[in-house]
């Protein structure tokens, strides 16, 4: 039966089972074993091993994304680190040499592509308030570097990532649903969040794809993405990675804390610390507020097509509401 009509709990054994047997495919010390970690889109596994070896392993979502196209995350994310002044994790390669590895296990339909990294010891910058505005500024200088690199980079032949814009986040086929479907819409807050839905679209389409605007992004570059390790902070989890306005990084990286009271000082911590390291123009800048609804209209498609998952049943209950609460005073500024 399809993965959809699985029933959540079975299907996380299952993955649990998979991940287990699979650790054979790369050359990991004897007694490894895999532990979940987080269920998003992907289940991910923290391994170790008696000796104290450590490895992170991603279980890949059926059907999001093709073995193609996590190659080209590899292949960005690797390119990131050696030349584009932004430190990722290393990708530790199977028994055969490749980066993905594909295997099944009894109970789930189909294969599952997998990927191992490199266990990085370290932090998360500080997400305290009297820290905030400094992890953000720097935030701001690693978003630029990858918008630099995105715009320089020679992508491999074939080519293959999502594509973050208004046909992906509201078509028929967008990646996480429709938000109308999700718990909390009301036939009031359904009715605003259409207005707001038609505002950023509007807007969006005027402002255009223009290649200084719309690129390669990471696309989930939020504080938990970054770690701290030996005094370098390290960009982690491209899974997202696709071809994006460049402004909806920030919009991603306040993901779930939109109505937080800090969110203007934010953004200018943020600002500064891209022009730190590339040109932004007043128009880009301004156009953030759109994105940051953009991306809030996504993530709301996202708790209703994801509400097994821990992170979507603790968010439901008020996500619609603050949205709609965000949406008037969005709107009270652009209508």
């Known amino acids: 039966m399809p993965e959809s009509a699985t029933p959540y709990d079975v ?49 890949h979502r059926e059907d999001y994304h093709t073995r193609n196209a ?20 290393d990708i530790l390669p199977g028994r055969d040499g490749s980066g993905i590895q594909t295997a099944s296990v009894d109970g789930l339909p189909g294969e599952r592509h997998m990927a191992m990294f490199e266990f990085l010891e370290g932090e998360h910058p500080e997400e305290d308030a009297d820290h905030l505005v400094e992890s953000f500024e720097e935030l701001g200088e690693i978003a630029a570097r990858t918008h630099n690199h995105s715009v320089a980079w020679v992508r491999p032949a074939n080519f293959e990532r999502l594509v973050w814009d208004l046909d992906t986040v509201f078509g ?29 679209v509007r807007r969006l389409t005027e402002f255009g794809k223009g290649a200084e605007r719309f690129g390669l992004i990471h696309a989930d570059m939020r504080l938990a993405n ?17 071809l994006g306005w460049f402004m909806y990084d920030f919009a991603a990286g306040i993901s779930f804390m939109e109505d937080h009271p800090q969110i203007p000082a934010l953004k200018d ?15 880009d800048e301004d156009e953030i507020d759109t994105f940051v609804m953009l991306r809030r209209l996504a993530l709301l498609a996202w ?33």
Request: aromatic content about 8%; proline content about 4%; glycine content about 8%.
């Open 11 to 59: 299907m996380i054994e299952r993955l649990g089972v998979l991940a287990n047997q699979s650790l054979g495919l790369w050359d990991l010390p004897e007694g490894a074993t895999a532990r979940l970690i987080n269920v998003s889109e992907n289940a991910t596994y923290l391994v170790e091993a008696p000796n104290g070896f450590k490895s992170i392993l991603r279980v």
């Open 70 to 89: 996590i190659s080209c995350e590899h292949a960005w994310s690797k390119a990131l680190d050696e030349e584009g002044g932004v430190h990722t994790p």
């Open 172 to 200: 028929p086929r967008a990646y996480w649903g429709d938000w109308r479907d999700a718990p909390g819409v009301t036939e009031q807050i359904k009715s605003l969040l259409e207005r707001l839905q038609s505002v950023v």
């Open 226 to 242: 970054l770690i701290i390790s030996d005094g370098t902070t390290r960009l982690i989890d491209f899974d997202d990675c696709g």
């Open 269 to 283: 911590a943020w600002v500064r610390g891209y022009r730190k390291v590339r040109g932004l123009s007043a128009a």
């Open 303 to 335: 708790i209703g097509s994801h509400i097994e998952v821990d992170t979507a049943k603790e968010l439901a209950p008020a996500f619609a509401p603050v949205t709609a609460e965000l949406a008037e005073i969005y709107l009270a500024h652009q209508e």
